[in-house]
C-alpha cells in the first residue's frame, strides 16, 4: 500500500525525538555493516542502528499499526541476509538501493507523524522482531 498512513499513541510521540529518528540513518554505514557479520533476524537489524531503542520503537509502532507490515521485515531480511553473504559492501550497496527504490516508487509510509521510505520502516520491524 503508496502512501500508508499509521499513527501511534501520545506516549510514543514524546519518546521519539526528531534527534533520535535521525539516528537512525546509520543504517548504511560500512561499519554498521561489518558488526552484523554472524548476526541473524532482529539482533542483525539491531546492530545497525546507533540507538537501537529508537529503531525498536519506530517498529513497534508500525507493527502495531499495521501487524501486514511483518511480511516487509521478513522480506529486508532476507534481502540483506542474501547481499551479506557476498560480503559487507554488496550488504550496504543492497541497503542503500532498497532505500533509494522506495522512495523513488513513493513506498512511504507515516509512523508517529514521520515520514519514511518503506524499506526504512521494515527493518525498523525487523529490528523490533
Not at 32 to 52: C, T, Y
Not at 67 to 88: C, D, F, K, Q, Y
Amino acid at each position: 500500500m503508496q502512501g500508508a498512513s499509521i499513527s501511534t499513541s501520545p506516549a510514543m510521540r514524546h519518546r521519539l525525538s526528531r534527534r533520535r529518528l535521525l539516528a537512525l540513518g546509520a543504517a548504511a554505514s560500512p561499519w554498521a555493516l561489518a558488526v552484523v557479520a554472524g548476526a541473524s533476524g532482529a539482533e542483525a537489524a539491531r546492530r545497525l542502528f546507533r540507538d537501537p531503542a529508537a529503531a525498536r520503537a519506530v517498529g513497534r509502532a508500525y507493527l502495531a499499526a499495521d501487524p501486514a507490515a511483518r511480511s516487509g521485515a521478513e522480506r529486508i531480511g532476507r534481502v540483506l541476509t542474501r547481499a551479506w553473504a557476498a560480503g559487507p559492501g554488496r550488504a550496504r550497496r543492497t541497503l542503500a538501493a532498497e532505500l533509494r527504490r522506495s522512495w523513488r516508487e513513493d513506498e512511504v509510509v507515516v509512523v508517529d507523524g514521520w515520514v519514511l521510505a518503506r524499506a526504512e520502516a521494515d527493518l525498523c520491524a525487523l529490528a523490533a522482531g
